[in-house]
């Protein structure tokens, strides 16, 4: 009779063994004990400020995020706002900030051959031809180039390396208190990081002083040097595409992702918005300024602008 019943039911007893082995092998999530830190990005679709589902992909997955509104005075959306992250090229913010306030964007820079030794983007500069202040600036916020920022320290501070002690004690006047700089352009530096409260701190300076503003608003900048005509576009691929976007600051790094320092206006209210370490900031911006300007009952942008957030540009 035992022996009837066995061979009666040989797939149920195969079946406890396969989920058996596959409850061994199968691996387990891993521990917080264990030092791995889950992520706070929140599961699941987050309401659309026009009452339609965000799919769980257009979520904003930047590491740190701040989403300012400056008229109240209040946090609209925040995540590890004071958790130190390279800035990569919004560094140039505090480059210009400095430079105006020294200069005034008046006077003319020789350039010398350690101007130029520098990664892309550059404009290229030649060694030994003049260019003034303001061009590189404009060339410094609305193309990147790397190697004007070393120029524009150069010939504000006699150094470079006196120039990021410029840099870190304007820092410090801002109140950046997790802030250190150690080259005036961005690039890959260890030691040199941000947070997106401090990189706040820094873009609303930039943003008081009128010229620096309308600089970082700008679509392209015509400028002729001792290597040619050059038509440098600004990096923001929102600018003119998603409605209300005006002065930003764009960086990438392969070790930074994504940064990002950007205001947008609409129907009278403003935001501000920095974004770092982010896999996709066009993306995030896009999402989390809706988000903004729903909160403040900011009707929606009209469909056709390039607002939807599972786009591309």
């Known amino acids: 009779m035992g022996r009837r019943r066995f061979q009666a039911f040989p797939q149920a007893r195969l079946g406890f063994v396969t989920l058996a082995i596959v409850a061994l092998l199968w691996p387990a999530e891993p521990s917080l004990a264990a030092g791995v830190k889950k992520h ?30 400056p008229v109240d005075n209040r946090v609209l959306f925040e995540r590890n706002a004071d958790l ?80 990021v002690q410029e840099m870190n004690r304007k820092a410090r006047e801002l109140g950046c208190t997790h802030t250190h700089f150690v080259n005036p352009n961005g ?17 609303e300076a930039v943003l008081r002083v009128p010229e620096l503003r309308t600089i970082c608003a700008t679509p392209a900048f015509h400028l002729i040097t001792a290597s040619g005509e050059h038509w440098i ?47 996709n900031k066009w993306q995030d911006a896009r999402w989390l300024f809706d988000h903004g300007f729903a909160k403040l009952g900011t009707p929606p942008a009209h469909p056709s602008s390039g607002t939807n957030s599972t786009g591309s540009l």
């Open 84 to 163: 130190p992250l390279p800035p990569a090229s919004t560094t140039k913010l505090m480059t210009a900030l400095i430079v105006y306030e020294k200069t005034g964007l008046a006077g003319w820079v020789r350039i010398r051959p350690e101007d130029t030794r520098v990664e892309p983007s550059h404009i290229p500069l030649v060694p030994g031809e003049t260019v003034s202040v303001r061009d590189l600036v404009w060339a410094l916020l609305i193309g990147s180039e790397n190697d004007a920022a070393l120029a524009l320290a150069r010939y504000t501070s006699g150094s470079v390396a006196a120039f």
């Open 233 to 279: 576009k600004n990096h923001n691929k929102l600018l003119g595409k998603y409605p209300g976007m005006g002065p930003a600051k764009t960086g990438w790094t392969r070790s930074s992702l994504h940064t990002f320092a950007a205001c947008c206006r609409r129907d009278g209210s403003e935001l501000h918005l920095v974004l770092l370490a982010s896999p």
């Open 40 to 69: 706070s990005r929140p599961v699941g679709p987050r309401p659309h400020p026009e009452g339609r589902p965000f799919p769980e992909s257009s979520l904003p997955r930047a590491t740190a995020i701040l989403l300012y509104d």
């Open 187 to 203: 690039l890959p530096a260890s030691g040199q990081w941000t947070t997106a409260r401090d990189l706040l701190r820094i873009f």
